[in-house]
Each structure stands twice: as C-alpha cells, then as structure tokens.
C-alpha cells in the first residue's frame, strides 16, 4: 500500500503570496499524482493530474511538478478563493488510489 | 456536462447495509476509457477511495473494505451502485460518486477523477 504523506497540514499565507504544497509517497508513483481542492461543503475539484497537467478550466497559476516520491503544488499570485483544502492522490497500482491526509491552506 | 447524483438513505442502523445509487446525466456510462468509482470522507477527515467499477460489470475494490463491499452497475439506467454491509459508526461519512478517467501523460497512465457528485451524508445510528 503506497502512503502519502501532505505537509505541513495548515500553510498560513496573505493573497497575492505564493503556497508551495508537499506531498511525499511512501515508494516510487512514477507520473500517477493528482491534485485536489476542497472547499467547505463542496466536493473536491482536480487541478493537476499526472504530476503536472492543469485540468480543463484551471488557471495557470495552478502548477504541479516532482518525481519518484516526492511532488510538490505551487500556487502563484494567491486569491481569496485559492483557500481551502487540498489533497493529493496517486494511482500507482492503479485502480487502488490512495489520498494524502490534506493541507489546509488559510489566510494568513 | 457530465453530473452525478448521489442518492439513498441518510440514516443506517449499525450491522445494516448501506445502499446508495450514483445518477450519471449529461454522458453515457458506458463511454470507454472512463471508470466508475465510489469515494468517502467522515466528518472532518480526508478522503477514502473505496472501490471502482466498469461498464463490463467488473470491479476493485479497497482492500481494506472489500469483504463487505459489493459494486454494481446498470448501464440501462446509467447508474452505478454501492452496498456496504456490517456498518459501524466507523461507516459515517459522506459518501462521493466520481468518474474516474484514464489518459497518457508523458507516456505513463494516469488517474484522476474529474467529475464528482455533490456528496451524500450517511450516518450509522441506531
């Protein structure tokens, strides 16, 4: 079973800042990373999917990069609807998925 | 647009099964290179994937809960179906259906979900 591993768990940052986001895998994921934002009340919403492509309607100051085990999530230019939270997910042994635990971003 | 809707009981006795039904509109469920899966969240908690279905009827399922899960699909309806049996308030979360799509990236497959419903809360409560 591949263990993800999201830190750290609350990230305080002001709008217009950068976020970077880490998650880590318990073994090798090759390119299998996805990234998710939660809102309150809302289901999650992709962002990034095989490390790196934004899903459709995502703006690019969304971006995701990393290898092997560890990947991170950037977010540019911080806006107030950027705060939430947000997991990643890998499908290495695809279909077994696993999500990390999250990390909530707040205003800072 | 593709929509799912989640729906069934909100309140399950503990040792009952949970049963609930994924709508899928706005797309075919049988439309190839797309799975079908089912994912929880307690209160509070991250996410669990809990099992995955396609068209053809086959299935994986969580290892951790594959003895007492059971997917099904009805492809004349374009729905899909989870019945999880033995509840606990363990089993108390809210429960997302999610189209799980399958693409090439750099040459390696990928996953990723990328319609989901809106949730549905199922409490196990006596």
């Known amino acids: 079973e591949v263990v993800m591993t999201q830190s750290p768990a609350t990230l305080s940052v002001s709008p217009g800042e950068s976020a970077t986001l880490s998650c880590r895998a318990s073994q090798s994921i090759s390119g299998n990373l996805a990234w998710y934002q939660q809102k309150p009340g809302q289901a999650p919403r992709v962002l990034i999917y095989?490390?790196?492509t934004r899903a459709t309607d995502i703006p690019a100051r969304f971006s995701g990069s990393g290898s092997g085990t560890e990947f991170t999530l950037t977010i540019s230019s911080l806006q107030s609807e950027d705060f939430a939270i947000y997991y990643c997910q890998q499908c290495n042994n695809w279909p077994l998925c696993s999500f990390g635990q999250g990390t909530k971003l707040e205003i800072k | 647009q593709v929509q799912l809707q989640e729906s069934g009981p909100g309140l399950v006795r503990p040792s009952q099964t949970l049963s609930l039904t994924c709508t899928v509109s706005?797309?075919?469920?049988?439309?190839?290179?797309?799975?079908w899966s089912w994912i929880r969240q307690p209160a509070g908690k991250g996410l669990e994937w809990i099992g995955l279905i396609y068209t053809t009827g086959s299935t994986t399922y969580n290892p951790s809960l594959k003895s007492r899960v059971t997917m099904s699909i009805d492809t004349s309806k374009n729905q899909f179906s989870l019945r999880l049996a033995s509840v606990t308030a363990a089993d108390t979360a809210v429960y997302y259906c999610?189209?799980?799509?399958?693409?090439?990236?750099?040459?390696?497959?990928?996953?990723?979900?990328?319609?989901w419903g809106q949730g549905t809360l199922v409490t196990v409560s006596s």
């Open positions: 999610a189209r799980d799509s399958i693409s090439v990236v750099g040459g390696v497959v990928v996953a990723h979900f990328d319609y």
């Open positions: 095989g490390v790196s």
């Open positions: 706005g797309g075919s469920i049988s439309s190839g290179g797309y799975y």
